[in-house]
C-alpha cells in the first residue's frame, strides 16, 4: 500500500494542476475586466476559453494514452499546463490571452481524464475509490492554494497594480506546480493494465507484485488478460448493448456534476459574494472559506467511499445541493441576501458537492469502463464533462444578469434534484468490485 499510494498521489497532483488554473481565474477576472474593457460576454469567455482547450484535450486524451501510454501522454499535458500558465500571465491584448488558456486547458484536459484513469488501473479493489479520490483532493487543494495566492498577490500593491500585474503572477506562478508535476511523473511506472493491452505482460508483473504480492498478482494478469480477449473494437462498440448503457451513466454523470452550478460558485465566487455586500478585500478572504469547506469536506469523502460506497453519497449529497441551492435562491428573491445567510449556504452546497458529485463522478467516470475501451470512453465522458462546465461557465454571467440570481440559482437546484432521481435509477454501485467484476454488471444491462 505504500508503493500504491506513493504512485497515486504522484499521478494524481495532476488534480493539483486542474485545481489550480480552473480557479486562478476567479481572482484575475475582476481586474482583466478593467485592463481590457470587457462585455459581460468576454467577461465569461475569459473564464471559458480555457475550457474549450479542455474538451479538445479531453478529446484526444483516450487515443493517444491507448496508443502511446498514460505515463507520456500526462507528461506532455504537464508541459502544455506549464506553456499555458506562463503564456497567459504575458500577452497584452485580450486575443493572446485566450489562445494561450487554451493550450493550457489542453493539459487539464488530458490530465483530468488519465490521473485518475491511471490511479483506478494500478489501484488494488478495495482501496480503489479513496486512491482514486485522491486527484479530487488534489483538484480542491489546487483550488484553496489559488484562493490563497490570489488574496495574496491581490493584496501586494493598490488598485492601479493589481489591474495592470496582480493578474499576470496569477497566472505565471502556476508554471511551478507544473514543472513539479512534470518531473514527479518521470518516477512513476507506465499502467500495468496498459502494458498487457500492449502485449508487455512481462513488464507488467513486477509491477502488479508490488501492489498485491505474488498469487494475487498472477491471477489477476489472467484476468486482465481475458479482459483483453477480444479484439480491439472500433469505436463504434462504444454503443453496443451493455456498454451504450455505461457510456449513458458516465455521460450523465458527468455533465450533471457540472450543470448542478459548482463551476458557476467557483470561478466567479469573489464577484457572487460582492453582491451579498462584501468588498473587494472581504470578498477574496471569504473565497478563501469557500475553499477550505470544500478542501475538508473532500478529506471527509476520501474517507467514505469506501466505506459508504459511490451511490450513498451521490444521494446524500446532491439531496442536500438542492436544499442549499432552493434556499439561496430564496435569500436573493425576498431581499435576504446580504450578510452572512448565502455565504453560509453557498458553504453548505460547496460540502455536499464535496463528499458527493466532487470525487465520486471522477472515481466512478475510472472503473465503470471495461478495459479494452477505458481510455476512449473516459475521454467521451470526460469531453462531455468539460462541454457542460463551458456552457454553465460561459452563461453564467449574462444568465445573473438577465434572469436574476433568484432564478439561476433555482435552476441549478432543480438540476440537482434531477441528479437525485438519476443516481436512484441508473448509477450502478461499484465499492469493492474490480474492475473486471464491473464490466460484468453491464453485460447484464
Known amino acids: 500500500m505504500k508503493y500504491v499510494t506513493l504512485v497515486s498521489i504522484a499521478a494524481a497532483l495532476g488534480g493539483l494542476l486542474f485545481g489550480f ?61 506549464v506553456v499555458g500558465s506562463i503564456g497567459s500571465a504575458i500577452p497584452d491584448t485580450f486575443a493572446g490571452y485566450v489562445i494561450a488558456r487554451m493550450i493550457g486547458g489542453l493539459g487539464i484536459g488530458i490530465t483530468s481524464t488519465l490521473s485518475p484513469l491511471y490511479n483506478a488501473e494500478i489501484a ?26 490570489n488574496s495574496g498577490i491581490a493584496g501586494y500593491g493598490d488598485d492601479a497594480w493589481d489591474i495592470s500585474t496582480a493578474w499576470r503572477w496569477m497566472f505565471g506562478v502556476g508554471a511551478i ?57 472500433p469505436f463504434r462498440e462504444l454503443f453496443k448493448p451493455g456498454l451504450r448503457f455505461a457510456l449513458f451513466v458516465g455521460i450523465g454523470i458527468a455533465v ?32 478563501i472559506l469557500v475553499g477550505f469547506i470544500n478542501f475538508a469536506f473532500t478529506i471527509l469523502s476520501i474517507w467514505l467511499i469506501d466505506k459508504a460506497g459511490r451511490k450513498a453519497l451521490l444521494l446524500i449529497g446532491t439531496s442536500v445541493m438542492t436544499v442549499s441551492l432552493a434556499l439561496i435562491g430564496l435569500a436573493f428573491r425576498t431581499g435576504h441576501s446580504s450578510g452572512s445567510l448565502v455565504l453560509i449556504l453557498i458553504l453548505v452546497y460547496v460540502a455536499a458537492f464535496a463528499i458527493s458529485l466532487g470525487p465520486v463522478v471522477w472515481v466512478l467516470l475510472s472503473e465503470i469502463f471495461p478495459n479494452r475501451v477505458r481510455g476512449r470512453a473516459t475521454a467521451v465522458a470526460s469531453m462531455a464533462l468539460w462541454a457542460a462546465d463551458y456552457l454553465v461557465s460561459q452563461t453564467f454571467p449574462p444568465l445573473l ?30 465499492k469493492g468490485k474490480s474492475l473486471e467484476e464491473i464490466e460484468k454488471l453491464w453485460k447484464k444491462a
Open 21 to 81: 488554473d480552473t480557479a486562478v481565474v476567479s481572482g484575475a477576472v475582476g481586474f482583466m475586466q478593467d485592463r481590457f474593457a470587457l462585455s459581460d460576454l468576454q467577461v465569461g469567455w475569459a473564464v471559458s476559453s480555457l475550457i474549450i482547450g479542455c474538451i479538445v484535450g479531453a478529446a484526444l486524451s483516450g487515443t493517444l494514452s491507448d496508443g502511446l501510454g498514460r505515463k507520456k501522454v500526462l507528461i506532455a499535458a504537464a508541459l502544455l499546463f
Open 177 to 233: 506546480p507544473g514543472i513539479v508535476y512534470m518531473l514527479l511523473l518521470l518516477l512513476v511506472p507506465e499502467s500495468p493494465r496498459w502494458l498487457i493491452k500492449q502485449g508487455r505482460a512481462e513488464e507488467a508483473l513486477p509491477i502488479l507484485l508490488r501492489i498485491h504480492g505474488e498469487e494475487a498478482a498472477k491471477k489477476e494478469v489472467l484476468e486482465i488478460k481475458e479482459s483483453f480477449r477480444e479484439e480491439r473494437a
Open 401 to 430: 444578469k438577465s434572469a436574476g440570481p433568484a432564478a439561476t440559482y433555482w435552476i441549478f437546484g432543480a438540476l440537482s434534484l434531477f441528479t437525485v432521481f438519476f443516481t436512484l435509477k441508473f448509477v450502478p454501485e461499484t
Open 256 to 287: 450533471l456534476q457540472q450543470i448542478t452550478g459548482i463551476n458557476a460558485i467557483l470561478y466567479y465566487a469573489p464577484e457572487i459574494l460582492k453582491e451579498t455586500g462584501a468588498g473587494t478585500n472581504a470578498a477574496l478572504v471569504q473565497t
Open 124 to 149: 488494488p479493489a478495495k482501496y480503489r475509490g479513496r486512491l482514486v479520490a485522491l486527484n479530487q483532493f488534489a483538484i480542491v487543494s489546487g483550488i484553496f492554494l489559488t484562493y490563497f495566492v
